[in-house]
């Protein structure tokens, strides 16, 4: 991949956040959204083997321009899960459902975390001690963090009402998380 290249699909990113940033931030973006912005990214990075394109990319290409956004300094644990979901792959390249899959839909496994570290992360939201946490509990938190504080009054709302109702949908008899649920969400099963 040339620098041109990634200078180009550098000024596109900007040019994206720069039109996000003035349409002001997205909330619950939806996945088809995501999904188009990543079918995008996908047309933008394609092989071209002579003078026709594949509906493909090259690992490399798409390593470079993580390294060029510095996704390996910012973003440093989805970084190695690239790299280590890429070193699994025979191929030299990715199909479009590939690359999609690898964003949308990130195969994670905390399997192996011990039951103390994940007593711990658990720990954290159960604020009261009581075995499970509420939407009222995670908000206390969540209501700590830069991200929420950025928000505008409207928009802190709208994410509330979003996380309770997620809560309702996660656990509909007593809107609280436990363990096993929590354990669940982690690992991407519930």
Do not use: C, W
């Not at 003078?51 to 690992?59: A, D």
């Not at 590939?98 to 011990?114: A, R, S, Y």
């Not at 075995?131 to 802190?156: I, P, V």
């Amino acid at each position: 991949m040339s620098q041109q290249s990634l200078s180009q699909i550098s000024q596109h990113s900007q040019q994206q956040q720069h039109q996000n940033q003035q349409q002001g931030p997205k909330i619950g973006s939806s996945i088809e959204d995501i999904t188009q912005d990543l079918e995008e990214l996908f047309e933008s990075l394609k092989i071209e083997k002579q003078g026709q394109q594949v509906e493909q990319i090259e690992k490399s290409t798409l390593l470079a321009l993580l390294l060029y956004l510095n996704i390996d300094k910012s973003e440093t644990q989805f970084f190695n899960y690239v790299v280590r979901t890429l070193d699994q792959l025979q191929s030299t390249t990715l199909s479009k459902d590939q690359f999609k899959q690898l964003f949308l839909d990130p195969q994670i496994n905390t399997d192996n975390l011990k039951s103390e570290e994940f007593a711990q992360i658990f720990s954290v939201f159960d604020l009261q001690k009581k075995g499970s946490f509420s939407a009222e509990d995670f908000l206390r938190l969540y209501k700590e963090t830069s991200e929420y504080l950025n928000l505008n009054e409207n928009q802190k709302q709208q994410v509330e009402a979003r996380i309770k109702k997620d809560f309702e949908i996660i656990s509909p008899e007593h809107k609280e998380i436990t363990p096993i649920e929590f354990f669940k969400i982690i690992n991407n099963q519930g």
